[in-house]
């Protein structure tokens, strides 16, 4: 049992680590993360018929479609109530999973940050994204 627990420790680990953008052997451990850019005219474009705006997200700073929601701060209990989701962003406290929940609809469609859905009025699992 404890040979699992130490692997799957291992494994969560690893998944938190930043991916290099060149081999091992090009890149030096303490060089900054590369901005990618889209390729002109495709998902800026795309991003742009949709409202958005290409940002760059999460750790590696990837470029991505971030589209603001209407509704974003509103009162909610389930993910239907919103365009995006129901969640309890982590500055207000995290409830504990499958607790009673009353959440805001998310700012804008960014999966990054920590926070915890709200689903059936009911809280889910808090998770991290970076």
């Known amino acids: 049992m ?28 303490n060089d900054p993360p590369v901005v990618q850019t889209p390729a002109p005219g ?3 474009a795309a991003c ?3 409202g958005g705006k290409m940002l760059p997200q999460g750790r590696m700073q990837s470029l991505q ?3 603001s929601y209407a509704d974003a701060g509103r009162r909610c209990t389930d993910g ?13 406290g ?17 999966r990054f940050g920590c926070y915890t859905t709200v689903e059936g009025g009911k809280a889910e699992a808090t998770i991290c994204v970076d």
Do not use: F, H, W, Y
């Open 80 to 92: 239907d109530d919103c365009q995006g989701d129901c969640r309890v962003e982590e500055v207000n």
């Open 65 to 67: 479609c971030v589209v």
């Open 42 to 44: 495709t998902d800026a």
């Open 94 to 110: 995290t409830p504990t999973a499958g607790a009673a929940a009353v959440g805001q609809c998310q700012a804008n469609s960014s």
């Open 48 to 50: 742009a018929a949709r």
């Open 2 to 29: 404890k040979r699992i627990l130490i692997a799957a420790a291992a494994l969560l680990m690893a998944a938190c680590q930043p991916m290099p953008s060149g081999t091992s052997t090009e890149m030096a451990s």
